[in-house]
């Protein structure tokens, strides 16, 4: 038995060491883990944990990977991590490693079980700003996104008539609502795939992007993820704004689609039975999350109230720091109404759940790396223009980075969101060719005031 275990052990750090070289090798390996653990997540509902005295997750197991290929990185050229936001996201991380340790110790491991999302977040996005994508790169990520994108569409609409045909039931999936058959990240994903498809289309019309891109708009709003619902809207607001003069481009084949596709959903939402529990659900959904006397929009309002008066009232290293990762694993609140609430793992909003764990220095340096980012995202799209040409994906990020922002406001941060964010950092780092003759004029600068200050003799021809 011992035998086996050394053989098992051999075998797993091996592979480990390999996944480690692969990822600091090629990006392409590190997206394909992340998005095949979130894809098989959504299909089996859940992958189970391996337990060795805490439970291992698959997501643990990629996170770790990710961080140890960063690094390599790195230490290979600290040009990987080069210019403010990179900094800024480093610090970020150092903070929330600082508040697992405090809370490991009196917590255990509720404090590793509630850092997890941070740490996913984190991760992803750290790995993917010390690779320097290529236009051809961005393109084949956003193509593999719509890809992905697709496919859980096409998950979506299996559940839907599984459900509909009495084979299985996924309300637990979506807390007893009809027709919520992913969670509320899936759906963001979803929405995502949407807004990239729309967006290449409108660069280079093709009639499928943009039927696959309405298709899946479509189950977006069916799915009656409000959180969803709000970044498309913020997502679509920012695309349309940047596009706005390239929209004329679009066919009139592409238009007529829009059009047809907008009619079938119509007849089927009005004219039908499931169409009916459909539309039913998406006004109370929407009834619910605006209800601020007695609906899901108040007492998440309750909370992040509660949250942030403790946190304000609390000494100055938690208001700095903030409380430690663990402490009040489930907090239970008793809202104005008598009701008790509970929060169990996050606050229902990332802001006010990284205030509250890394205090105020964590969320300054997370709001640094995302405002240097998105600020020069938006000065590149000013200069270089968004039209199809070279890089041609800074709108694509900056819409994707905001509708990320966005959804932050109800939902936690995760490894896909880290993607898109590290591979933001990552394309507007300073070029190694400009930081080459930046140096080499600050150089020649030393040189002359040294060369004055000697007064060294002239060499004249």
Same mark, same amino acid.
């Given at each position: 038995?011992?035998?086996?275990?050394?053989?098992?052990?051999?075998?797993?750090?091996?592979?480990?060491?390999?996944?480690?070289? /692969?990822?600091? !090798?090629?990006?392409?390996? =590190?997206?394909?883990?992340?998005?095949?653990?979130?894809?098989?997540?959504?299909?089996?509902?859940?992958?189970?944990?391996?337990?060795?005295?805490?439970?291992?997750?698959?997501?643990?197991?990629?996170?770790?990977?990710?961080?140890?290929?960063?690094?390599?990185?790195?230490?290979?050229?600290?040009?990987?991590? %080069?210019?403010?936001?990179?900094?800024?996201?480093?610090?970020?991380?150092?903070?929330?490693?600082?508040?697992?340790? !405090?809370?490991?110790?009196?917590?255990?491991?509720?404090?590793?079980?509630?850092? !997890?999302?941070?740490?996913?977040?984190?991760?992803?996005?750290?790995?993917?700003?010390?690779? !320097?994508?290529?236009?051809?790169?961005?393109? /084949?990520?956003?193509?593999?996104?719509?890809?992905? =994108?697709?496919?859980?569409?096409?998950?979506?609409?299996?559940?839907? @008539?599984?459900?509909?045909? =009495?084979?299985?039931?996924?309300?637990?999936?979506?807390?007893?609502?009809?027709? /919520?058959? @992913?969670?509320?990240? #899936?759906?963001?994903?979803?929405?995502?795939?949407?807004?990239?498809?729309?967006?290449?289309?409108? $660069?280079?019309?093709?009639?499928?992007?943009?039927?696959?891109?309405?298709?899946?708009?479509?189950?977006?709003?069916?799915?009656?993820?409000?959180?969803?619902?709000?970044?498309?809207?913020?997502?679509?607001? @920012?695309?349309?704004?940047?596009?706005?003069?390239?929209?004329?481009?679009?066919?009139?084949?592409?238009?007529?689609?829009?059009?047809?596709?907008?009619?079938?959903?119509?007849? #089927?939402?009005?004219? #039908? &039975?499931?169409?009916? *529990?459909?539309?039913?659900?998406?006004?109370?959904?929407?009834?619910?999350?605006?209800?601020?006397?007695?609906?899901?929009?108040?007492?998440?309002?309750?909370?992040?109230?509660?949250?942030?008066?403790?946190?304000?009232?609390?000494?100055?290293?938690?208001?700095?720091?903030?409380?430690?990762?663990?402490?009040?694993?489930?907090?239970?609140?008793?809202?104005?109404?008598?009701?008790?609430?509970?929060?169990?793992?996050?606050?229902?909003?990332?802001?006010?759940?990284?205030?509250?764990?890394?205090?105020?220095?964590?969320?300054?340096?997370?709001?640094?790396?995302?405002?240097?980012?998105?600020? $020069?995202?938006?000065?590149?799209?000013?200069?270089?223009?968004?039209?199809?040409? =070279?890089?041609?994906?800074? %709108?694509?990020?900056?819409?994707?980075?905001?509708? %990320?922002?966005?959804?932050?406001?109800?939902?936690?941060? *995760?490894?896909?969101?880290?993607?898109?964010?590290?591979?933001?950092?990552?394309?507007?780092?300073? %070029?190694? $060719?400009?930081?080459?003759?930046?140096?080499?004029?600050?150089?020649?600068? /030393?040189?002359? &005031?040294?060369?004055? $200050?000697?007064?060294?003799?002239?060499? *004249?021809?």
């Amino acid at each position: 038995m011992t035998i086996i275990s050394v053989a098992m052990s051999i075998v797993v750090i091996a592979a480990a060491l390999l996944a480690v070289y /692969r990822a600091h !090798r090629s990006s392409a390996f =590190g997206l394909g883990a992340i998005l095949a653990v979130f894809v098989i997540e959504i299909v089996v509902e859940g992958i189970p944990p391996v337990n060795v005295g805490v439970n291992i997750f698959a997501q643990d197991v990629v996170a770790v990977v990710l961080v140890a290929a960063s690094v390599l990185r790195i230490l290979a050229n600290t040009r990987n991590i %080069s210019g403010l936001a990179s900094i800024f996201w480093l610090m970020f991380g150092v903070l929330i490693a600082f508040s697992l340790l !405090r809370g490991f110790g009196p917590y255990g491991t509720n404090a590793v079980v509630e850092s !997890r999302p941070h740490w996913y977040y984190w991760s992803a996005a750290l790995y993917f700003m010390t690779f !320097r994508p290529t236009s051809a790169n961005l393109r /084949r990520l956003c193509l593999v996104w719509i890809l992905v =994108g697709g496919v859980l569409g096409l998950l979506v609409l299996f559940r839907w @008539v599984s459900d509909a045909l =009495g084979l299985s039931d996924y309300s637990a999936v979506g807390a007893g609502i009809p027709l /919520r058959v @992913v969670n509320a990240q #899936t759906a963001c994903f979803i929405a995502f795939s949407a807004i990239s498809a729309l967006y290449l289309y409108i $660069k280079r019309p093709k009639n499928w992007l943009i039927l696959l891109s309405v298709g899946l708009f479509f189950i977006v709003v069916v799915l009656q993820h409000r959180s969803a619902w709000t970044a498309t809207m913020a997502g679509l607001s @920012v695309l349309l704004l940047l596009e706005r003069k390239h929209l004329s481009g679009m066919t009139s084949l592409g238009a007529g689609a829009i059009l047809v596709v907008s009619g079938l959903i119509a007849v #089927t939402l009005f004219s #039908t &039975q499931w169409g009916g *529990s459909a539309v039913q659900g998406i006004s109370n959904s929407f009834s619910s999350a605006t209800d601020l006397s007695g609906g899901t929009g108040y007492d998440r309002l309750v909370i992040w109230q509660t949250m942030t008066t403790r946190w304000a009232e609390s000494g100055i290293s938690t208001w700095l720091f903030g409380f430690p990762y663990g402490i009040d694993y489930v907090l239970y609140i008793l809202d104005p109404r008598g009701h008790l609430l509970d929060v169990t793992f996050s606050a229902h909003n990332f802001y006010v759940q990284l205030l509250y764990n890394t205090g105020a220095a964590g969320i300054a340096f997370a709001s640094g790396a995302w405002v240097t980012t998105v600020g $020069k995202l938006f000065v590149r799209v000013r200069q270089l223009g968004t039209r199809y040409q =070279g890089q041609g994906y800074d %709108s694509l990020l900056l819409v994707l980075v905001a509708a %990320s922002l966005v959804f932050f406001l109800t939902y936690q941060g *995760s490894d896909f969101h880290g993607i898109i964010l590290g591979t933001a950092i990552a394309t507007t780092k300073p %070029s190694v $060719k400009r930081a080459f003759f930046r140096t080499v004029r600050l150089a020649g600068t /030393r040189l002359g &005031q040294w060369h004055r $200050k000697e007064n060294l003799p002239t060499i *004249s021809g």
